[in-house]
Every structure is written in structure tokens, then in C-alpha cells.
């Protein structure tokens, strides 16, 4: 016997709870359906325990641009014990998001969900079907082609490891390679990151990320620029990375960190005429796919805006009112991103190489702020930022920092676009100083 639901939410991570628990709220019968861990990635194996792991990086950064300036002696990080505090925090993400569901009164099911011909979904043995479905599958860490790419590892593995390995490689230079190898590293990991070509971080700056590659190279990261790699074989001194223009490298242990993919594969959707492509579940500007019952949101959506975990929640919020009280199309705001490496690198708006285009409209604002109180009292080795101003209106229109507090920043400047705040009525504002807010007046 089929099940009936108004809303079948497939997905069981931050999408997918989110817009399960608005409907739930708005008086709809809502099931929802996972094939993993509860609580989806961000959680279990993504941001929050990356930025665990980070904490301890951190505190030793800090402490290592002090000595001399007041503080003597340098803490190292304690792996094990690091991990423990990480999975204190992750062991119980699964249980507490099931039990979360469960007491919303939210239908739920664990299993691999396919839509069969008829429209209905399969889950094991159980078929449901909704009135509408909402995909929020995620993504995974994608696996180059290469030979020998079963003794890749991918983040996953690596936010779990038990113990540090000796010599650490990451094949890949976007956010996770350059985050994770920054936290290897501080953790005493020979660590090398390899990149197919000589810009990684294509996204971001290229003159911050040259400084922020500068700084990690200062802090004994290996990058090999321009290496195809080919093959990875297990030989008794460990694996061996190899390409053809005679690049050999060996390690202990290879992440690859070469992006990431939609959870597409395994959905039939097919089945039900819903589209994909490299991006992912192709969709409207009202998140709807060529199926006009069926939604996507979340990183497994195809569109143009980055795939973060507080936009899934913005698109869920969104679908919430589109699936109750349907309205206009989706717009985004302003949306920051960041590299969490230490330094961190950030950018939100109108990007420099952008703004260059067109020089007439746009003035790009280049700062060295490393002699400013602000990062004199933390000796920060550099901070630096681009500031984007529109020429004819005065507002600041877009931002790229590099700093140890760039993530902070970055947040103060994202408000200023959003609210299209002048120079004028920013100086207006007191703020609590000496802090890093009280630089914003400075900035532009």
C-alpha cells in the first residue's frame, strides 16, 4: 500500500530539515527520507567539524605571531585529543536530528530513495508518494579518474583521521585543499598540495590568494603547480604520486580534494523527467524542476550562487512560502565566501577582476592594513584587502580580504552592500573601539 504525503523531502541534511520542518509548521503532512547520516554533511563531516579542528590552528597561529611580543612558548596541536573534542560535538548530530524530526511529529524514513515511472518513490520496500517532492540530496568530495584511485581518501576521511600521518598530500587547490592542508600542517604533517594548474582559488584574488599561498608556503605547505597528476601506486615506502612530466612524490596518505558533485546518481529521475547536468538538478527561479512537482534546493541545485549551508537554509526558507503561499521568484542576497586556512581569505560582492572590467563605473580601494592597530596588537604577519566602490553612488559594492580576521570582516562589509550604507552614513556610527569594526570608516 502506498503512503501518502503532502511534501516527500529527500534529503536529510540542512535542506532538506529545514523545509521539511517550515512545511510541518505551515500544517502539511511532510515525510522525509535519508540515505545517510541524519543532519547531512555541514555537521557530520563538512564545516562544523573542519572548524573544530580549526579552533586548535588558530590558537596556535595566535600564539606563534605573539612570541616575542609577550608570550614565550608555542603550543602544539594534540591530535588525538583534538579529535575527541570533534567528535564529541559530531557523534551526535545523527541521533539528535532524527530525534529532532521525530518530535516535530515529521514523518521518517532511512533508506536509498528512487522515483519509480509512476511518480511514486521507492524506499526499500516501502513505496510513498507526495503531492510535491523536494530534492536536498547535497554533494559528495568527487574522485579524479586516475590510475591507482582507490587509495584516494577524501575529507571525509581525513575530518576522522585517528592519528596524523607522517607525510600528507591533497590533489586539488579549491577551499577544502587548501583548508584541510592548512590544518595537517599545524597538526606537524609533511604536507604538499598539488593543482592541475598555476591558479587555484580561480574564484578569489589573485594577487591575495599569491599572498595567501606565500604565507602557508612560509608555514611549510609544499604547493606543485601545474601537475597533471596520472598515477598513484602502493609501493612499500608508501604511495607514490606520479605524472608524466616526471613528478614523483611520495606520502602516506592522498585526499583528493578536487571539488565536489551532486547526489544525483542513484534518484531515477530519469523516471520522472527532471534534468541535470554538471551543476546539478537543473531548476527554475522558483527552485522547480522540468517536473512542476518537484523542487531542489541545496547544494544538489544547480544555481548560481555558491553552494553553502546558509543558502540551503535561505532556499529552504524560500520553498516554505513557494510550496504554502506561491509568490515571486527567488532572489539571493549578497552571499560571502571564505577559505578558511589561516590566514583566511574572503570575499563577498562585485569581485576585483570584475570591477577592472569596467574602470569607469568601479574603483578598487588596495590596502595593506597589517600596520593598523587592529593587527599590530595581534602581530599578524599580513592583512590586506580590495574594496570595490561605485564611482557615481559611493557605496561599496564588493570586497576581498586576506587577514586572520578576514571572516569577521567580511561579515561587517557583506551588511554595508546589503544595506547600501554610504561612507557618509557609516561614519555616522560609533562604533565599540579599538575593535575590527571600528576600521570599517577606514576602509573606503
Known amino acids: 500500500m502506498t503512503k501518502e504525503y503532502d511534501i516527500v523531502v529527500i534529503g536529510g541534511g540542512p535542506a532538506g530539515t529545514a523545509v521539511a520542518g517550515g512545511l510541518k509548521a505551515q500544517g502539511k503532512s511532510v515525510l522525509i527520507v535519508e540515505a545517510d547520516l541524519w543532519g547531512g554533511t555541514c555537521p557530520n563531516r563538512g564545516c562544523d567539524p573542519k572548524k573544530i579542528l580549526l579552533s586548535a590552528v588558530e590558537a596556535q597561529q595566535r600564539a606563534k605571531n605573539l612570541q616575542g611580543h609577550g608570550l614565550t612558548g608555542m603550543p602544539t596541536v594534540d591530535w588525538p585529543a583534538l579529535m575527541t573534542t570533534k567528535r564529541g560535538y559530531t557523534d551526535g548530530i545523527n541521533d539528535g536530528t532524527l530525534s529532532g524530526l521525530q518530535g516535530q511529529k515529521i514523518a521518517t524514513l532511512h533508506g536509498q530513495a528512487i522515483f519509480n515511472a509512476d511518480g511514486t518513490l521507492q524506499v526499500g520496500d516501502e513505496t510513498v508518494s507526495g503531492t510535491d517532492y523536494v530534492i536536498a540530496t547535497g554533494q559528495r568530495p568527487t574522485i579524479l579518474p586516475v590510475e591507482g584511485q582507490e587509495y584516494f581518501k577524501t575529507s571525509t576521511d581525513f575530518l576522522d583521521l585517528d592519528t596524523m600521518p607522517k607525510r600528507v598530500t591533497f590533489v586539488g587547490g579549491g577551499y577544502v585543499g587548501f583548508e584541510l592542508a592548512t590544518i595537517a600542517r599545524a597538526a606537524g604533517a609533511e604536507v604538499h598540495l598539488i593543482h592541475h594548474n598555476e591558479r587555484p582559488l580561480k574564484a578569489f584574488d589573485t594577487e591575495h590568494v599569491q ?39 611520495t606520502t602516506d596518505l592522498v585526499i583528493c580534494s578536487a571539488g565536489r558533485q551532486p547526489n544525483v546518481d542513484y534518484l531515477g529521475l530519469a523516471n520522472v523527467g527532471v534534468t541535470v547536468n554538471r551543476g546539478g538538478v537543473q531548476v527554475n527561479d522558483h527552485l522547480q524542476t522540468a517536473n512542476p512537482h518537484i523542487y531542489a534546493i541545496g547544494d544538489v541545485s544547480d544555481t548560481p550562487v555558491p553552494k553553502l549551508t546558509p543558502v540551503a537554509g535561505y532556499e529552504a526558507r524560500y520553498l516554505v512560502g513557494e510550496l504554502t503561499q506561491p509568490a ?59 574594496v570595490v566602490v561605485d564611482r557615481q553612488s559611493g557605496l561599496v559594492v564588493g570586497a576581498s580580504f586576506l587577514s586572520e580576521i578576514a571572516d569577521e570582516m567580511i561579515n561587517y562589509v557583506m551588511t554595508l552592500i546589503q544595506q547600501k550604507v554610504t561612507l557618509a552614513e557609516l561614519q555616522k556610527l560609533i562604533w565599540a573601539y579599538p575593535t575590527p569594526a571600528s576600521d570599517l570608516q577606514y576602509l573606503v
Not at 612560509?218 to 613528478?247: C, M, S, W, Y
Not at 569596467?358 to 580601494?365: E, F, G, L, M, T
Open 328 to 386: 515571486a521568484a527567488i532572489t539571493y542576497p549578497v552571499i560571502p565566501t571564505e577559505v578558511y586556512a589561516e590566514p583566511k581569505l574572503a570575499e563577498v560582492g562585485l569581485t576585483t577582476a570584475k570591477a577592472r572590467e569596467d574602470s569607469a563605473r568601479y574603483q578598487v580601494n588596495t590596502l595593506d592594513m597589517t600596520h593598523w592597530f587592529t593587527y599590530y596588537r595581534l602581530q599578524t604577519p599580513k592583512a590586506l584587502a580590495k
Open 211 to 249: 599572498a595567501l599561498m606565500g604565507q602557508l608556503t612560509e608555514q611549510g605547505i609544499t604547493f606543485d603547480l601545474n601537475v597533471d597528476l596520472q598515477r598513484i601506486t602502493k609501493q612499500p615506502d608508501g604511495l607514490h604520486l606520479t605524472a608524466a612530466d616526471g613528478f614523483d612524490l
